[in-house]
């Protein structure tokens, strides 16, 4: 790409990829067809795709309407092939699907970008809670139960992929389970909206932000049946644009971007001097700077769990604050080592000093230089590219294979916004 081109226009938000994979996974408990609509076309989703084939499980695509139908009316294996767990973290919570469907899952420990420490304690937690016997060596986990029971579970920490393995193998549990401080993230929400929808009995009340409590009443599996459902937009590719809209300047609107998921993300931008106003007539959410004012940083950021800033655009933010005026402390709260970009975006002329595991500060630059750098996860690829929207000259970004994971095709999505970007052959 080569940078310094203002974008203007309009982009429409792509179906999330951390709701669609637990939805995805949870056809495996429902013994009839399923049809997904707007879910994404994302190496990640692909490789969700392969782990439900080899439980049994028959798919059809419908690429042109983006539409998936899952068959899973004969699900007979429990042995997860290794080559698709090891690729991605959010193969685990097949566990819990599988468990509630056939009492048995056998997977090897999972996969997934390199960001820190990522292990699987609470999910294994949650499963024995329920009843489940667990079994692991040096590479894998086996779980079986006769037959799961409700229970009070309380997480220690609020951890997004063990609440929804938890409340996957507690859907079909005899009896009720009473999940507290569970993680409040919309995809633990849309989870169960697409669990009730389909049968299950799940309650979560109006107070889910400030409570963290959810409450499963347990059915039998012959309950559960097929039923259409629409992934809900994904707020982390809105939140990179908006990021990418404030580092390269410009006027960009939002189409299908679920504003009330981005509160923090706007009154973040918001205090670093863009205008962020959602367009209600027209269900648009309208991203501008001005292009006489620089933007600034604000002293300190910290990532948190929802609705706090989400880790997820720690990467994106970092970027943008690159090229902004002032001082920036950036704290990660959520994973241990996330700062994988910083090293890339230092070759581009970035000033950061990394201050420990958790924190770097960054002081922002007149302009970044275009480089090659590359990308070395998923949200940290996102921000290479959104730092070479702003640097001078050319910025290649290489092993996109990363950004391909999460984001259908940003290339395409910063192109019509005005971008001078193209995928190199
Ligand atoms: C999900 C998202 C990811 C997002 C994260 C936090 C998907 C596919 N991925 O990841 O994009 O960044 O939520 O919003 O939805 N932890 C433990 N033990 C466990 C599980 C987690 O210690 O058993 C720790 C992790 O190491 C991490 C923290 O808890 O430090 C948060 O992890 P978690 O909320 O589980 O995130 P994921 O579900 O992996």
Redesign the pocket.
Known sequence: MEGGKRLTGTVRIQGS???A??VLAASVLIPDTCVFQNVPYIT?IGCMENLLRSTGAVLEKREAVMELCIDARNIREYRLPARYVSA???SVVLMGALLGRIGEALVDYPG??V???????????GLEKLGAQIWTDKNRIHAYADELRGALIRFP????????NTILAAVTARGTTVIQNA?R?P?VTALCEFLNKAGADIVIGHDFIATGRIVIHGVDVSCLHGVTYTVIPDR?VAGTYMFAALCAGGSVALENAPVSQLRSVCDLLRRMGGNVVFDEEHDRLLVDTDEKRRIKNIPFVETG??PEF???LQSPLLACACVSGGELVLKER???SRFKVVEELVRMGADIAVLDDESVRVRGVEKLEGRTVIARE??GGAALVIAGLAAKGITTVADIRYIRRGYQDIVGDLKGLGARISYVD
């Open positions: 990829k951390n709701a994979l637990p990640d991605m973290r959010s997934g970008c960001i820190g420490k990522r292990p699987i304690d609470l999910h294994l937690f920490f609020p951890s997004v992929g063990a609440t929804q993680a993230e995809e982390i769990v929802y989400p880790t997820d959520i994973f241990s998923l949200r």
